[in-house]
């Protein structure tokens, strides 16, 4: 007897879903000039197909939508078109050998002249190969680069992606206990991460959404430090940087600990980091620049004289990737902010690292409502001493 794993109970959108996703996507067809958007993005092809196989490739046009999958693939999206998360109108088409052949006769089939693919996603050598193939074949197709037509859909969620990410964070409590609970004098990193990643498969997650981070006294100056063999010990403060997956959607939280009771300087970056955090939190409200987002939680850091410390962005958006839109950050020369809007998900995660001595991190994921947001991890705050 084989157990059913949490990816075969995975909840999918309803089919009434997937044609509104359909309709926003069309109108970017359509301001484009694009006949049809091939997409080869995991999580996009899943966003808008419910596909959720690691290979296929997506086609949208005006009025349809082709997806071609291999024979590993062909059961797993028959039941998934009889069921009430079938992707609407869709064109299932066979992949008897190369995808880059199934797509090429499937556009040709289609009479779709100006092709948009994704540019981030779709490699050099790969679009060259296509539009020598279209050549060969005399298929009259023009691959255009788009830049996350998709991505950018994604940024506003529906409701099943709302409902998913609020059962998501709220699952990371449970695991949160646990992971403050591993934290003891004597134990590696490694335990701990070993005892984070149990929780997270008990709380009925299909797998951690990254690797978890466990960085302890001076480890915990890197942000992505990896856990290793390192020894807890009395006076260092614990990074406990964790995810989970649920129904394809990622949530991500971090909390400290500190070993033993903190130093008086362990408290002050604690208590900055902590007051920068609420006041990104404060500012979250529709309407919002998300750069101003960032601002806030950096000028109180700057106030303390942490600004140097603080390297990173203050957040990033959730959803079926772990990092995804919106960044909250400074504005970039390629990166400018958005116009926070209801329905955005992001985390808000400002830290301070001091390089040998250590460093705080504290994160929350949130939901922009239209007053101001919801925090969606139920988390208690405070630097945990164990
Ligand atoms: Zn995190
Ligand atoms: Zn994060």
Known sequence: MTAESPLDRARLPASTLLVARHARLRQRLDTLSLDALVVTCAPNIRYLSNHTGSAGVFV???DGAHLLVDFRYRDAVASLQRSSSACPDL????????YDEALLECLGDLGASVVGFEAAHVPVATHGRWQRMA????????FTATESIVEDARVVKDSFEIATLRDAAARLTGVARSALDAVRAGETEWAVAGTIDAAIRDAGYERPAFD???ASGPNAARPHHHPGDRVLADGDLVVLDFGGVLNGYCCDLTRMASVGAPSSDARRLYDAVYDAHQAAIAAVRPGVESTAVDAAARSLLDSRGLGAAFGHSTGHGLGLDVHEL?????ARADAAGVRLEPGMVFTIEPGAYVPGVGGVRIEDDVLVTETGCDVLTAVP???CSR
């Open 60 to 62: 949208l046009t005006r």
């Open 91 to 98: 064109v299932v088409r066979d992949v008897p050998a190369s």
């Open 135 to 142: 050549g060969a074949r005399q298929v009259d197709v023009t």
């Open 212 to 214: 978890t981070i466990v």
């Open 326 to 330: 919106p960044r909250i950050a400074r």
């Open 381 to 383: 705050h405070g630097l």
